[in-house]
């Protein structure tokens, strides 16, 4: 089922837990309940995510470093989703990385990159120059709010 009110960002599409939104969007949901009560519109996921802001449940279960970084691995975000003792996750590409153990690292050319999730290894969470000597020379770290990293080794 889609919707084709042609609003101020053009057609929106309804969502629901058995009806996904395409690759590049999220399912929001404007109950807060992840799809338990009402249906959804898909959203756009954002490229980046630049404001500091408080850790926030996504409807997967997982804590994010904020509700924007739920919003870039394709979850919407509920504050009831997660277990109390739960980690905090960062987007990296469509999947998720787990802050203060894992690092993005961004691999590929242009419009084919390559994501994946790496551990520290021997590298402390705050130091991104040590990580990017293990993967890539000539790369760029770049420090996500709430304690996540990536390496970006792409062209």
């Avoid at 089922?1 to 969007?25: A, L």
């Avoid at 249906?39 to 279960?61: N, S, V, Y």
């Avoid at 509920?78 to 109390?84: E, G, K, L, T």
């Avoid at 402390?124 to 990580?131: G, L, T």
């Amino acid at each position: 089922m889609s919707s084709d009110d042609g609003g101020p960002n053009g057609p929106t599409r309804v969502c629901s837990r058995t009806q996904s939104c395409y690759f590049d969007e999220y399912c929001d949901y404007a109950d807060g309940k992840c799809g338990n009560g009402a249906d959804g519109i898909c959203k756009p996921r954002p490229e980046t995510c630049t404001e500091a802001a408080a850790p926030q449940c996504g409807c997967d279960g997982k804590r994010y470093t904020m509700t924007c970084e739920a919003h870039r691995a394709g979850i919407d975000d509920s504050p009831d989703a997660c277990p109390p003792d739960s980690q905090p996750y960062f987007a990296c590409g469509t999947t998720k990385c787990l802050v203060g153990q894992e690092y993005c690292l961004v691999t590929g050319l242009l419009a084919a990159k390559d994501f994946a999730c790496r551990p520290f290894n021997g590298c402390s969470a705050a130091n991104c120059s040590c990580k990017l000597d293990q993967q890539c020379l000539g790369g760029r770290c770049i420090e996500v709010h709430g304690g996540g990293s990536w390496v970006d080794c792409s062209l």
